[in-house]
């Protein structure tokens, strides 16, 4: 493979500015890209119902075979990320400081652009089809949006999903991350004045805090959490708050236990509460993945570039999730980024270039 190259995608595409919402720039050089390679783009354009500019981009590059994989990357990034001053050195790559690399997830990106120019030159190869998705680090709205019904099965038809979103080491490979409700109660009381007549208040800021007391909060097993993460009421010193909202999440990778937490937590505003308002939703969908075929197989193709991968189960929902719950059987990989969020974010080219080594010999064993 050529090193510089993969280099030079990824240098092109960081310097594009594409925050949340704004990945327009990204979109069009991937799908320009792609054309070069005469690979097929669907463009799926829900991004009207969230606010934003970029569609999600479908991509099929025919093959030889029909037992390819899909690749997902996602096009946004965390700001700061604007006119990233870039410092390239033997070993990683990183900003100046003043700004996020944006590694995440343009070296995904990056790793699918060259897989599909590499054997785009070659006379056999399987069927590899490719997602790039706006908005996944607000909630993962691009995946969340699609239009599933108007996408064709061509791109479609390789379910083994491998996504290249996974930070630091390359050697975790995620296999199951968890479901999340977020939930937001609003605790009504009785105004008072508070120094006169207390007596014939009901201070909604006590009753929520007692509801809260007797919730199971932070880590209530290895795969289950609950966070308040938000509590507000504003009044004067000398009034009896009539009501107090408080808002926070609540993450499992069992169905069961995720409604349980949500029940009891309803339960205790019926006992609780003088009145109360309770809004909750399912933030995103629990993913495992179905067929660890595919774990293996990724496991043996990172042996061939000296990187021992373990199963990894995740505590947060990504495109992987949405993915799942329409049928695909995904696993999130790594390729080296760290600090990523940040800006002490850096990509480590050594693990860049050996993810992008051992999805090429993931794809020849199927050749």
């Known amino acids: 493979m050529n090193k510089n190259r993969l280099i030079d995608i990824f240098l092109d595409l960081v310097k594009i500015h594409s925050p949340s919402l704004k990945e327009k720039g990204v979109c069009e050089y991937i799908i320009n890209f792609c054309k070069n390679l005469n690979a097929e783009i669907y463009l799926d354009n829900s991004f009207g119902k969230y606010g934003g500019n970029s569609p999600s981009v479908f991509v099929r590059l025919d093959g030889t075979s029909n037992n390819g994989y899909c690749f997902n990357a996602h096009m946004d990034v965390v700001e700061p990320s604007f006119n990233p001053k870039l410092i390239v050195s033997d070993d990683i790559i990183k900003t100046d400081g003043k700004t996020t690399l944006g590694s995440d997830d343009k070296a995904g990106i990056a790793i699918i652009l060259y897989i599909l120019e590499y054997f785009s030159k070659l006379k056999n190869h399987p069927t590899i089809t490719a997602i790039f998705t706006p908005a996944e680090e607000i909630g993962m709205l691009g995946a969340r949006n699609i239009n599933w019904k108007e996408v064709s099965d061509k791109f479609l038809e390789n379910e083994d999903l491998i996504v290249i979103d996974n930070a630091n080491d390359c050697k975790n490979i995620a296999i199951k991350a968890p479901s999340a409700i977020v939930f937001e109660a609003r605790v009504y009381g009785k105004k008072a004045h508070a120094g006169i007549e207390p007596e014939n208040g009901i201070n909604a800021i006590k009753i929520s805090t007692e509801i809260i007391s007797k919730l199971k909060l932070g880590r209530i097993d290895s795969h289950t959490t609950m966070n308040i993460s938000k509590i507000h009421s504003d009044f004067p010193t000398n009034v009896i708050p009539d009501n107090c909202v408080f808002s926070g999440e609540i993450r499992a990778h069992d169905k069961d236990i995720l409604f349980d937490l949500k029940d009891n937590l309803l339960d205790l505003l019926k006992k609780e509460a003088y009145n109360y ?6 933030e995103y969908p629990p993913f495992e993945t179905s067929d660890l075929n595919l774990f293996e197989k990724m496991k043996s193709a990172f042996k061939t570039v000296a990187i021992d991968c373990n199963k990894k189960i995740i505590g947060g929902g990504s495109d992987a999730n949405f993915f799942y719950e329409k049928g695909f059987n995904p696993i ?33 064993e199927r050749s």
């Open 277 to 282: 308002e309770f809004d909750w939703n399912v």
């Open 332 to 364: 999130i990989i790594g390729c080296g980024m760290y600090n990523v969020h940040t800006t002490d974010e850096f990509l480590k080219i050594d693990q860049f270039v050996k993810t992008t080594k051992a999805i090429i010999n993931l794809l020849n």
